[in-house]
């Protein structure tokens, strides 16, 4: 796997020691040392932290949420060699869902132990003349490493008088197997009774490190599950909570981006935001037709729901503005704008939405809709007013209405609202717009609606306008003819 490790031949028996010791002393300079090519950039402070806990603490439960491409089979690996390369642990199994990707995992280290010149140079050389296979092998200096696929019989894996004192699980959840909650259960089962039962029952004498890689790609699955009996369950998404890169000097804002180009965002928010958004039970597919033309409609509306991030890249929720229509009993849903962006974006996007509706002739929109629940009004007093008015001053009046109804639980309100008009086939989404990144995303979050599910942002802003073309309905039937006083005197 990794080539170009050069070393000085030319030290002296003290000086060699003298270095390795120094190295030894700091895992980053070690890591760097041995492993030059994994160090493609700088690691985060993440990294570091989660070194020192692994290294720091012989008796230790770690699980691994990172990112997809944040290095965490990587980081393990180093450290798994840091530790049965300087005598502090001896017996190693290595876990995935199968054998053959156990194997795969156990395929980097034999390779660093058989060709790693500077490892050799430095603790001699690794490879065994007897048992040393894809599967498992021992080194010369007495350390087992085995590979276990989920299911697999773990007993007996005993090395000498050393049982296993590292166990590593590295991409134990399978996409078919979320899917069967009983499967999982059988999984965790395995994984408690029989894998980690291998372990010395003298834990302060012969302590053991568990460490789980993997992301929550299920809202039920073996490594969420894992995290709540974990020392620490470590989850580091690709964006932070104010939408940075996790690793900004491997990971830019453009990497971001251009990922969520090209993948759905269920894919981004389940591989990249540990947020997984399985298919829901409220909505099983929307259906995209030719919509009536907006003229014939009998009323419009434009409704936004703000998120008050600031922020143009992944991270907290995202801003959704809608125009939305009713034809008799049937709600039509011609454009949506969903992502993350800042305000200045969203006011100009509302100006768009309402230059589009505007110069459609016969179609009156006198109100552009904003949530603003309780939560909100000093966002919306003190941020979006003060950007509107600015913005009107080149862009024209733009007639903004507070929507400041009180709101049930989200999932509840849309559960509500928008099934049984989706159920009857009154709920109708514009088959020009399909295939708009903004849309695709609307479509993604509806099809994940459920009571767990943890981005709605756009169907919450559906529910919005739908409630509000609903009321206006409503009121409309509710206008009597009041005649006009007859003032003849009989």
Not at 155 to 160: A, L, P, S, V
Not at 165 to 183: K, M, S, V, Y
Not at 264 to 293: C, H, I, W
Not at 461 to 470: A, F, K, P
């Amino acid at each position: 796997m990794l080539t170009g490790t050069p070393v000085t031949l030319d030290e002296t028996p003290f000086e060699k020691s003298k270095r390795i010791a120094a190295l030894q002393r700091h895992f980053e300079h070690w890591a760097h040392y041995y492993f030059p090519k994994y160090y493609q950039a700088s690691p985060a402070p993440f990294h570091s932290r989660a070194s020192r806990r692994i290294l720091s603490n012989p008796e230790w439960f770690e699980v691994r949420s990172w990112s997809r491409g944040m290095a965490k089979s990587v980081r393990s690996i180093m450290e798994i060699l840091y530790l049965t390369l300087t005598g502090k642990r001896f017996n190693v199994l290595l876990v995935s869902h199968t054998l053959d990707h156990a194997e795969r995992l156990l395929a980097p280290i034999k390779k660093e132990l058989e060709t790693n010149t500077r490892i050799i140079n430095d603790y001699g050389t690794q490879e065994s003349l007897s048992k040393w296979t894809s599967k498992a092998f021992i080194t010369q200096k007495g350390v087992s490493f085995l590979a276990l696929g989920k299911g697999q019989n773990p007993r007996g894996t005993r090395h000498e008088n050393k049982r296993p004192d590292i166990i590593l699980i590295d991409d134990i959840d399978a996409d078919e197997e979320i899917r069967n909650p009983q499967r999982i259960s059988d999984g965790l089962d395995w994984i408690e009774q029989s894998l980690l039962a291998t372990r010395s029952s003298a834990t302060t004498k012969n302590p053991l490190l568990i460490l789980v890689c993997g992301n929550i790609i299920g809202t039920y699955c073996t490594v969420s599950e894992l995290g709540k009996k974990a020392d620490k369950h470590d989850i580091v998404n690709i964006t932070d909570k104010k939408g940075h890169s996790s690793w900004p000097a491997y990971i830019s804002k453009i990497d971001i981006e251009r990922i969520r180009e090209t993948i759905s965002e269920r894919a981004f928010q389940q591989e990249y935001m540990n947020n997984p958004m399985p298919q829901g039970d409220v909505f099983t597919d929307l259906e995209f037709v030719a919509l009536p033309k907006l003229a014939t409609c009998n009323s419009v509306v434009i409704y936004a729901d703000p998120a008050t991030s600031n922020k143009d890249v992944s991270g907290g929720s995202m801003k959704a503005i809608g125009i939305i229509a009713k034809k008799k009993a049937t709600f039509y849903i011609y454009k949506v704008w969903l992502d993350h962006m800042s305000n200045d974006t969203f006011i100009d996007l509302l100006f768009e939405a309402y230059r589009l509706v505007s110069k459609v002739e016969n179609v009156d929109v006198t109100k552009v809709y904003i949530e603003n629940n309780s939560l909100q009004n000093p966002f919306y007093e003190q941020v979006l007013l003060p950007l509107i008015r600015k913005k009107s001053q080149g862009k024209g009046h733009l007639p903004i209405t507070p929507d400041t109804r009180r709101k049930a639980d989200k999932f509840t309100r849309i559960e509500a609202t928008l099934e049984p008009l989706h159920r009857l086939g009154q709920l109708l989404f514009n088959e020009k717009e399909q295939t708009t990144s903004h849309m695709q995303r609307l479509r993604t979050q509806l099809l994940a609606v459920a009571p767990k599910s943890k981005v709605m942002d756009g169907p919450d802003m559906l529910e919005g306008g739908v409630w509000i073309l609903q009321k206006k309905h409503l009121s409309d039937q509710h206008r009597y003819y009041v005649p006009k006083k007859n003032n003849r005197k009989f």
